[in-house]
């Protein structure tokens, strides 16, 4: 499965942004999916996973509340809706997939990966 993220750019705080990733298979629908961030001299941190159904949705603690993560399989695309940004989530996001069922909070849990798209925050 490649996956193909898009959607960053820069914004000021208090924006949105809305990140794409599309799949390139059509088994896309069987997989669980996750976003995940990484700052400069920071780990890769989890973000936000949906269930392959769209059943369940997980937040990292930090955007609970701002950000939203939603899928549609007939597009092979899951999104995450990125509202009251602050400088703090400025980072490289990258989309995932996984078939590990439950929430995929980890990074070791997923097989595929996209390339990364850049989110800046301005204060």
């Known amino acids: 499965v490649q996956l193909q993220a898009s959607g960053g750019g820069l914004v000021q705080a208090g924006g949105s942004l809305r990140l794409s990733c599309t799949a390139s298979?059509?088994?896309?629908?069987?997989?669980?999916m996750g976003w995940f961030r990484q700052a400069p001299g920071e780990e890769r941190e989890f973000v936000a996973s949906i269930a392959w159904n769209g059943g369940n949705t997980y937040y990292a603690d930090s955007v609970k509340g701002r950000f939203t993560i939603s899928r549609e399989n007939t597009k092979n695309t899951v999104y995450l809706q990125m509202n009251s940004l602050k400088p703090e989530d400025t980072a490289v996001y990258y989309c995932?997939?996984?078939?590990?069922?439950?929430?995929?909070?980890?990074?070791?849990?997923?097989?595929?990966w996209g390339q990364g798209t850049q989110v800046t925050v301005s204060s």
């Open positions: 298979e059509r088994t896309f629908s069987t997989h669980a």
């Open positions: 995932a997939a996984t078939r590990v069922s439950g929430p995929a909070l980890l990074a070791y849990e997923y097989d595929y």
